[in-house]
């Protein structure tokens, strides 16, 4: 398959499926605090950070396992997100 996307815009639609759809979205759905308004105070625990990273290279790793084995399954995915969650995102 050709690449149907700009390396920017496939870059933008890997980080939305490995970051959005993780741990993070967890965070994201806590309630809001004035807290997080206040400069120099942590928003995420050391714990938070690593559960978030170590989800995110899990499922980078699986992205990439399928762009290597399911060529234009991995594409229909990239394009997906990016249709749909990342067009309006810097390219």
Avoid: Q
Avoid at 14 to 40: D, I, Q
Avoid at 41 to 66: H, N, Q, V, Y
Wanted: with cysteine; glycine share 6%; charged share 35%.
């Amino acid at each position: 398959m050709k690449r149907p996307l700009t390396i920017r815009e496939e870059a933008n639609a890997v980080t939305r499926c490995a970051f959005r759809n993780g741990f993070l979205e967890e965070l994201h759905a806590g309630k809001h605090s004035k807290l997080l308004e206040k400069k120099g105070l942590s928003r995420i625990t050391d714990a938070e950070l690593k559960r978030l990273m170590i989800g995110a290279s899990a499922k980078l790793a699986e992205l990439f396992t399928m762009k290597e084995k399911k060529t234009d399954e991995y594409w229909e995915l990239a394009i997906y997100f990016h249709e749909n969650y990342c067009s309006g995102w810097e390219k």
